[in-house]
Each structure stands twice: as structure tokens, then as C-alpha cells.
Antibody
Framework: QVQLQESGPGLVKPSDTLSLTCTISNYPMATPHWWGWIRQSPGKGLEWLAAMFYSGRTDYNPSLRSRLTMSVDMSKNQFSLELTSVTAADTAVYYC??????????????WGQGTMVSVSS | QSVLTQPPSLSGAPGQRITISCTGSSSNIGAPYDVHWYQQLPGTAPKVVIYNNFIRPSGVPDRFSGSRSGTSASLAITGLQTEDEADYYCQSYDSSLIAPVFGTGTKVAV
């Protein structure tokens, strides 16, 4: 059964770069799905951040595009997200997730457990 | 700021029926892009309860049902149970943003 596991720093200083990694287990990343990142600020709703198709095409949330970069390491079955110039507003639980099939319009049927990231000096 | 609007909270007694609305626009639900619904229990990741407007994944009780009409969609829960107490989110795709979008979320109390 496919599993996703996020890893991150836990605490990041304001203006620094946040780096997150999602490790995929029991499933090859090189399959036609979108692999994405979604966050949830404390007590708030879900916010889609970015997603990458297995072929390499990447889409970003327009409001955060200038600060986001997704990358992939197929050899490790991992994908990553970098968010630059973080502020307290970036404090959130960050989830990685996968779409059910190959369409960007589909639901995210598999989610990681989430990793909490706090931005504070 | 979400482009899909949901009521902040709803409540119902055990056994009752509630309906959660998700209101969008012509660039998302009305385009029409499919609507998906998630249930999020406290401290856990969201879980799909309805996808493609009305399809229930395996293992989701049939008291959950979904529909879409025009620029809106709805999730109905009949025979409400205490374990249904959770946050619920709709999701669609927006052609103006070129991005998936989530609803504002609804807290359901039983």
C-alpha cells in the first residue's frame, strides 16, 4: 500500500528557506500521477501549494509562485519543496499528497501524515 | 482566500441529515470541473469521502452522498453519527488560477 512521509526542519527562522521532503513507499514515483504539497495553517483551511507530474511538469499556487520550487529525486523515490523568505504566515502543517490518476483535476487520494513547521526567531 | 465558499459550521443530532454547500464560479465548479470532498478528523490528514461529484471510495459509508449543479456542489450526510464530527472540505480546479482549489471548510458537530 502506497505511503507518503513528510520530513522537515520543524522550526525555521524568518527570512530563511524552508525545505521539505516527501518519501514515497511501496509505489514507484515514475508513474502517471501528480505529486503535490498542501498546507494548513493552525486552525485554518487547506491551501494547495504546488504539484509535479511524473514527467516533470510543475504547477505552483499563483500567489506563492515566486517563492516556491519543487524538485524530484527519482532514484530515492522522493520529491521536495522549497519555500523562500518565510514569515510567521508560513507556519503550518505541510502535507504531501498524490492524485488518484493522471489528471490535475482529480482528488488527492493518498496523503502523508503531515509535518508541522513553525517560523520563529 | 479561497474561491470556494462553505458554511463555517453546521450541527445536527444523531440520525439527522445535514447538507454542506460549496459555492464556486464559472471558472471552477461551473466550468465544469469535478468536485471532491474530504473529511478531516482532528489531528489527522484529510480523507476523501466523495470524488468526481458523487462517487464514494471503497469503505466510505453510503450515508455520504454528493451532487453538483451549476456553480455549486453539496455533500449530504444522512443518519448522522458521532464519528462524523469533523471538518469537511470541498475541492475543485480553477481555470483562471490554473490550480486546484479548496473550499473554506465546514466544521460539523453532532
Amino acid at each position: 500500500q502506497v505511503q507518503l512521509q513528510e520530513s522537515g526542519p520543524g522550526l525555521v527562522k524568518p527570512s530563511d528557506t524552508l525545505s521539505l521532503t516527501c518519501t514515497i513507499s511501496n509505489y514507484p514515483m515514475a508513474t502517471p500521477h501528480w505529486w503535490g504539497w498542501i498546507r494548513q495553517s493552525p486552525g485554518k483551511g487547506l491551501e494547495w501549494l504546488a504539484a509535479m507530474f511524473y514527467s516533470g511538469r510543475t504547477d505552483y499556487n499563483p500567489s506563492l509562485r515566486s517563492r516556491l520550487t519543487m524538485s524530484v529525486d527519482m532514484s530515492k523515490n522522493q520529491f521536495s519543496l522549497e519555500l523562500t523568505s518565510v514569515t510567521a504566515a508560513d507556519t503550518a502543517v505541510y502535507y504531501c499528497a498524490r492524485t488518484r490518476h493522471s489528471s490535475a483535476y482529480e482528488e488527492f487520494d493518498v496523503w502523508g501524515q503531515g509535518t508541522m513547521v513553525s517560523v520563529s526567531s | 482566500q479561497s474561491v470556494l465558499t462553505q458554511p463555517p459550521s453546521l450541527s445536527g443530532a444523531p440520525g439527522q441529515r445535514i447538507t454542506i454547500s460549496c459555492t464556486g464560479s464559472s471558472s471552477n465548479i461551473g466550468a465544469p470541473y469535478d468536485v471532491h470532498w474530504y473529511q478531516q478528523l482532528p489531528g489527522t490528514a484529510p480523507k476523501v469521502v466523495i470524488y468526481n461529484n458523487f462517487i464514494r471510495p471503497s469503505g466510505v459509508p453510503d450515508r455520504f452522498s454528493g451532487s453538483r449543479s451549476g456553480t455549486s456542489a453539496s455533500l449530504a450526510i444522512t443518519g448522522l453519527q458521532t464519528e462524523d464530527e469533523a471538518d469537511y472540505y470541498c475541492q475543485s480546479y480553477d481555470s483562471s488560477l490554473i490550480a486546484p482549489v479548496f473550499g473554506t471548510g465546514t466544521k460539523v458537530a453532532v
